[in-house]
């Protein structure tokens, strides 16, 4: 299946910001730092594995980018943390 640049632009941009917004979320709320990566792969793997799919290079680019915006989200509270922001 072909796939438009502009949709794959699209995809990249919105998966790296759900991710990161998800993840940014989780980590507030349970106070944790680097649980929502560790989600984000069981997820992406369990689906993956489950639906027997093979992940074209779109498909492959698209979902490191969204486990890229779980790693930044992780990051920032990190970085928050450190800098004396108390979430929660």
């Known amino acids: 299946m072909r796939m438009n640049i502009i ?3 699209i995809s990249i ?28 792969l069981v997820v992406t793997i369990g689906a993956l ?3 027997q799919i093979v992940p074209n290079i779109f498909d492959t680019v698209i979902l490191l980018f969204g486990l890229a915006g779980s790693v930044l989200s992780g990051w920032t509270i990190q ?3 450190k800098k004396g922001y108390r979430m929660f």
């Open 7 to 9: 949709q794959f632009v």
């Open 13 to 40: 941009l919105l998966f790296t910001v759900l991710a990161f917004g998800i993840g940014f979320i989780i980590n507030m709320i349970l106070r944790t730092t680097w649980l929502p990566v560790v989600i984000a």
């Open 49 to 51: 594995v489950y639906l």
């Open 79 to 81: 970085l928050l943390r």
